[in-house]
C-alpha cells in the first residue's frame, strides 16, 4: 500500500439484517466507480468505541477515509470528495455539479430520515405492538417523499443527466425500503434502483463488503 | 434588487410550534454571518406544491438559494455554498475546511435523524400512547449521540476552531432539543447552543423568519 492508496474503514462482520446494507459501501461504490483501488481497516464488532477508532469517527462508526488528500469521516463527505475528483461521478458543469451537490444531500436529509425510522420501528424498537401502530404515519411520510422523487426523475435515467454520486447516495437510501415492498408503488423508483444496482461498480463493492462477513462469519456464529 | 443579490424562498407563516424552526434559519444564518444581504421570496402556506415551488425544490419545501452563482435547494448544500465563499464561515486551510465538512454531514446524516424522529413522534404522530412507549429506545439513541458529540467537543468552543458551517448546522439541529429536556444532561452542548445562538448573526436571522410569521399571523388566526 502506498500512501496514496485510499484506506477505509468497514465492519469485519454485522448480523444478517444489516449486511449489504452498512454505510462503507457508499464509499466502496464511490471508489469503485473512480476506479481507485482501496484498502479496508477491518473494525471488529464490539470495539467501535474503542479510542483509536473514536479518534477518527467521533461516534465510533464506520467507514471513514485516508488517503493523500487527508481523513474524512462521514458517507456523505467522503463520496462527495471522492466525486469532486472523478468523472465517472459528476460532470464538469459548475451548474450540474451543483444539483447533484443538492440532490446527495435531498438523498440524505429528506428522504433517508423516514426511511430510516421505518427500520427503527420495524427491528430496532423493543415495545413491537407499538411500533406497528405508530408506523403507518412514518409510510405516509416516505411515499409523499417518493412520490415527489419519482415526478422529479420523470423519464430519465438518473437525477441529473448522467449516472452521479447523487444516484449512488439515492440509491443506497432507496434500496433499504426494498423488503418493506414500499417502492412497489413507485415503479420508475423500482427501475432506478434496479439500473444503479446493475452497475458493475455496485456488484463490486457489494461483493466487497459481503465477502469480509462470509470470511467472518465463523468467529460470530454464536451472535447470529 | 440586483442579480446580485440572493433571493431565498420560506414559508410566510408556520404554527407556533414550528416558529423560529423552519430550516431557512440555517440560509438566513450563513448569509447574516457572511454578510450578504438577501432577498426572501415567501411560499404561502398550503402553496408548497405549486408547480412554481415544485421547480425550485422536487418536494416542494424550503428553503431555496438563487444567486448569481445558479439556482440551489436543500438547506445543507445551501449552507455550504454560502460557507465555501465566507471566512467568516470556514477557515482556509484545507484540512480544516474538510473537518467542517465531515462536521456538517454529521449534524445532517447522525444528529438530526433521531432528533427528529423524537419530532415525529412528539409533535405528529396520531397514535400517542405508542408513540410514547415508542420514545424511550428513541431518546436512548439521542442521548449516545449527545454523548459522543460531547465528548468530541471537550473543552473548545466549537467544532473546529472558530465558529464555521459545522456549528451553524450542528446549533440548528440541537436547539430542536430544548423542549424536551435532553440537553440539560449534556452542560457542555447546552453551553455550546448556548454561545452559538449568542451571536448577532444567529439573533438577525431568528428575528428575520419570526418577523415574518408575525406580520401574516392574522391571515391564519383561525388555523392557530
Not at 484498502?39 to 471513514?64: H, K, W
Request: net charge negative; proline share 6%.
Amino acid at each position: 500500500m502506498t500512501d496514496q492508496t485510499p484506506l477505509i474503514t468497514a465492519y469485519d462482520w454485522v448480523p444478517d439484517f444489516a449486511q449489504g446494507h452498512v454505510r462503507d459501501l457508499r464509499v466502496r461504490w464511490a471508489l469503485e466507480e473512480a476506479g481507485r483501488p482501496y484498502e479496508v481497516d477491518l473494525v471488529p464488532q464490539g470495539s467501535q468505541r474503542a479510542a483509536a477508532n473514536v479518534a477518527r469517527q467521533p461516534f465510533g462508526q464506520i467507514p471513514t477515509l485516508r488517503d493523500a488528500a487527508g481523513c474524512l469521516f462521514e458517507s456523505g463527505a467522503i463520496v462527495w470528495r471522492i466525486a469532486e475528483r472523478s468523472e465517472a461521478l459528476l460532470p464538469t458543469d459548475p451548474g450540474l455539479r451543483d444539483k447533484a451537490f443538492c440532490w446527495l444531500f435531498a438523498a440524505l436529509n429528506t428522504v433517508e430520515p423516514p426511511v430510516s425510522m421505518l427500520a427503527v420501528l420495524d427491528i430496532f424498537t423493543r415495545d413491537r405492538e407499538a411500533a406497528q401502530r405508530v408506523r403507518p404515519d412514518i409510510v405516509s411520510a416516505i411515499e409523499h417523499r417518493l412520490a415527489s422523487l419519482q415526478s422529479a426523475l420523470g423519464e430519465n435515467d438518473y437525477l441529473v443527466g448522467d449516472f452521479t454520486a447523487a444516484d449512488l447516495m439515492m440509491v443506497t437510501v432507496l434500496r433499504n425500503l426494498t423488503s418493506s415492498g414500499l417502492l412497489g408503488g413507485f415503479p420508475a423508483l423500482h427501475a432506478y434502483v434496479e439500473r444503479a444496482m446493475a452497475r458493475p461498480a455496485f456488484q463490486a463493492a457489494l461483493e466487497g463488503q459481503l465477502a469480509t462477513f462470509r470470511q467472518n462469519a465463523t468467529r460470530y456464529a454464536a451472535a447470529e
